[in-house]
């Protein structure tokens, strides 16, 4: 599957210089992808819920 919206995409900020690290895109909802493995789909959730889950993990 092809995302028409790729610069939208952006890398977390505490990603390693190895490449291991996520990906996240804001919009409606939020999008989490792997960004070794971009093709393998994404995570789609909802932004209060993605909110929420910062919320707790800080």
């Not at 919206?5 to 999008?31: I, L, M, P």
Request: glycine share 6%; charged share 30%.
């Amino acid at each position: 599957m092809t995302d028409r919206h790729t610069d939208q995409w952006r890398t977390s900020s505490y990603s390693g210089q190895n490449g291991e690290c996520v990906e996240v895109k804001f919009a409606d909802r939020v999008g989490i992808r792997d960004t070794k493995n971009r093709d393998a789909g994404t995570l789609d959730v909802a932004s209060l819920a993605w909110r929420a889950f910062l919320a707790e993990v800080r």
